[in-house]
Structure formats: structure tokens, C-alpha cells
């Protein structure tokens, strides 16, 4: 069974409760091999089983992975289809263990134009697991930040319409429970592979306090090393929030 590690040294410091990976360099990882790209996402689904199961071993509550950007679907016709026919392969192998391991699976993304097969069977994935208690491993799939932010705003717009909410109670807490991570906690850590230094579309407005590490490694090599190591980066990093943080000096009052 996936869970914390069993031998818990007291003095490392607790791990982020969400961290949110964008895996990417898939293709690359492929091409440097003179592969096709396809075996690249074949390699990367290891990854992906390899990083659910170190982040569960060290703790971590929420695990959300970047899978298919709503841009995505400008690649190649047949690299699309592999992608979609791997989502639906690694659902039929991985859903009994995920389910085995207690882990939670979310989905976010739009549903809506998806294949049939596809979108019941990843209705399924989340009925299957919902009472789980362990790693809930949020799939973002087909997933577009700015499109999420414009679905919520229509949605507080129509109410406003209707004159069931008024347009100052249009808060951030309502802009956030129209998301589809409502009841998903911020990510604390976004990484993201291969190199590359750009959200991509990826929890634009979630992730607005996330601390970042970028890793030169391309998804397929990604390992529970790497998420150690993207670990001891997010500790060694000073949260503030906007406010002063804890290696600054305390503030006396009215000193002057
Ligand atoms: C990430 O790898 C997987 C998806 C975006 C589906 P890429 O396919 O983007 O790989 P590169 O960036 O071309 O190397
Ligand atoms: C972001 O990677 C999307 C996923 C990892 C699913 P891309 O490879 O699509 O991003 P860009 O095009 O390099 O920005
Ligand atoms: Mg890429």
C-alpha cells in the first residue's frame, strides 16, 4: 500500500501539501533517442506511476499532474489520438491499484467535447475512488487555466443576471469555488521539467503564491530523486506572502 514512509525522522520538515508537476519533455526525451515522440509519452506514463507513489511515500496530501493542456489538441492528429488511447490505457491498467492504494483521483479540465468512452471512463476513475482517503491525484486533463477563469466568471455573471448574487459579492473565494479545484487546497510547489520556464496555461490563478522549481530533467527521467530534491528547494525557500517572512527581522512596534 502506498502511505508515508514508516521511519519518519522527526527533524525533516513536513512536505508542501500540494504539489503540482507540469511533466514535460517527453518528445524531447524520444528525439534525443531518434525514437518517435509516441514511445516518449509511453516512458513518461512510468514516470507518472513512479511520482504518484514517491509522493505518496513522502507525504504528500494532493499531487496534481499537468497531462493534456486544453492547447494540446493543436499537436498532429496522431499524436493526439496515441495521447488520448495512453489516458485510456493507463485508466483500465492503474485504476485497481490506484483504488488498492486508497488513492483520491480528481479530474480538471473540460469535459465537455470529449469522446464518449473517454469522458465515462474518466467519471469513472473519480466514482471508483471518491471515499479514498490516501494521495488524492488531481489529473489535470484537457485543462486550460484561463478557460477555467473565464467558465467561472460567466457562471458568477449568469447569477448576477439573474439577480441572485449581487456584484460586490463577487469576491476571490467565489471567483475560486467556480474552479474546478473548488475543494483542492493552492499548490504549494509547481515544478515542472525538461527546462522549460513558463506556466503554459497551468492553475494560473491557484498558483499566484506557489513557489517554483524548474528541473533540467525530461519527464520520462523524472524520479522520486527528483522529487526530493525539487522538495529540499521548496523548504530552503522563504514564503512571505507579502508580508515579511521568517528570516526577517521581527518588527518592534512603532519603531522608527
Ligand atoms: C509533455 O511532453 C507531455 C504533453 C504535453 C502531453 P511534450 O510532448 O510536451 O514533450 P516536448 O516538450 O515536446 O519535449
Ligand atoms: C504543457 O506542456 C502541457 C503539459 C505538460 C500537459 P507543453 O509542452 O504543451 O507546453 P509548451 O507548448 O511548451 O508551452
Ligand atoms: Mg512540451
Redesign the pocket.
Known amino acids: 500500500m502506498f502511505g508515508r514512509d514508516e521511519i519518519d525522522d522527526a527533524t525533516v520538515a513536513a512536505p508542501p501539501a500540494h504539489v503540482a508537476i ?3 519533455g517527453n ?1 524531447r526525451w524520444a528525439s534525443k533517442r531518434l525514437m518517435p515522440r509516441f514511445e516518449g509519452h509511453r516512458r513518461g506514463v512510468e514516470a507518472l506511476r513512479r511520482t504518484v507513489r514517491a509522493a505518496a511515500e513522502l507525504g504528500i496530501r494532493y499531487l496534481t499532474l ?4 486544453s ?2 489538441w493543436s499537436r498532429p492528429r496522431t499524436e493526439v489520438d496515441y495521447l488520448m488511447g495512453l489516458v485510456k490505457r493507463f485508466v483500465r491498467n492503474d485504476l485497481a491499484d490506484l483504488h488498492a492504494n486508497n488513492v483520491r483521483v480528481r479530474i480538471i479540465g473540460e469535459r465537455e467535447g470529449l469522446d464518449a468512452e473517454l469522458a465515462e471512463l474518466l467519471s469513472e476513475v473519480e466514482n471508483l475512488t471518491a471515499a479514498n482517503t490516501g494521495l488524492t491525484l488531481v489529473v ?1 486533463f484537457n485543462y486550460g487555466a484561463r478557460q477555467e477563469i473565464v467558465a467561472a466568471a460567466r457562471r458568477l455573471a449568469q447569477k448576477v443576471a439573474e439577480g441572485t448574487l449581487k456584484p460586490q459579492d463577487i469576491t476571490a473565494e467565489a471567483v475560486a469555488a467556480n474552479l474546478h479545484t473548488h475543494d483542492i487546497p493552492d499548490p504549494d510547489l509547481v515544478i515542472r521539467t ?1 527546462g ?1 520556464q ?1 506556466l ?3 492553475l494560473l490563478w491557484q498558483a499566484a503564491y506557489a513557489e517554483f522549481v524548474f528541473i533540467p530533467l525530461l519527464w520520462p527521467d523524472f524520479d522520486r530523486r527528483a522529487l526530493e530534491t525539487a522538495l529540499a528547494e521548496y523548504h530552503a525557500r522563504d514564503r512571505r506572502f507579502g508580508g515579511l517572512g521568517e528570516t526577517d527581522p521581527p518588527r518592534q512596534a512603532n519603531s522608527g
Open positions: 507540469i511533466m514535460d518528445g499537468y497531462s493534456f493542456s492547447e494540446n489535470a525538461s522549460e513558463r503554459s496555461n497551468f
